[in-house]
């Protein structure tokens, strides 16, 4: 079962709640698997994401093109361009190591970094 945009925006909403300290990892990912249907895992997953973003650090695991380009859209309209350009430094380096150690093909990921540059 793949997750749908609105899982996506409501997992980027919910994770910018627990960065911000308006709600507790644990309240955020119930949220996320009770009310969201996503499973316990994937909301951990995304709530970290979002903070790896906020915070220019590089992160580990993969999402999808479309469910990035949201989390950079939600990113840019809440945090203007200084949080976007943390959040792009994160996604360069986790393509950089993906690509190095990984020898995956980050083509998509790296047209949401061109795309997003524009507005910084």
Same mark, same amino acid.
């Given at each position: 079962m793949s997750i749908t945009n609105l899982q996506i925006t409501t997992a980027w /909403? &919910?994770?910018s709640q627990v960065y911000s300290g308006e709600l507790t990892? /644990?309240?955020?990912? $119930?949220i996320l698997? *009770?009310?969201?249907?996503? *499973?316990?895992?994937?909301? %951990?997953?995304? &709530?970290? @994401?979002?903070?790896c973003l906020m915070e220019g650090k590089m992160f580990h695991f993969g999402t999808t093109e479309p469910a990035m380009r949201l989390v950079m859209e939600q990113i840019f309209n809440?945090?203007?361009?200084?949080? @976007?350009?943390q959040? @792009? /430094?994160? @996604? %360069?380096?986790?393509?950089?190591? $993906?690509? /190095? *150690?990984?020898?995956? *093909?980050?083509?998509?990921?790296?047209q949401v970094v061109d795309d997003f540059e524009l507005l910084t």
């Open positions: /909403t &919910i994770a990892l /644990t309240d955020g990912v $119930s698997s *009770n009310e969201n249907g996503l *499973n316990m895992g994937s909301a %951990r997953c995304f &709530i970290y @994401l979002f903070k809440q945090h203007g361009k200084q949080g @976007l350009i959040a @792009l /430094t994160a @996604l %360069r380096s986790h393509i950089e190591h $993906s690509e /190095t *150690n990984y020898a995956k *093909n980050m083509k998509k990921m790296r």
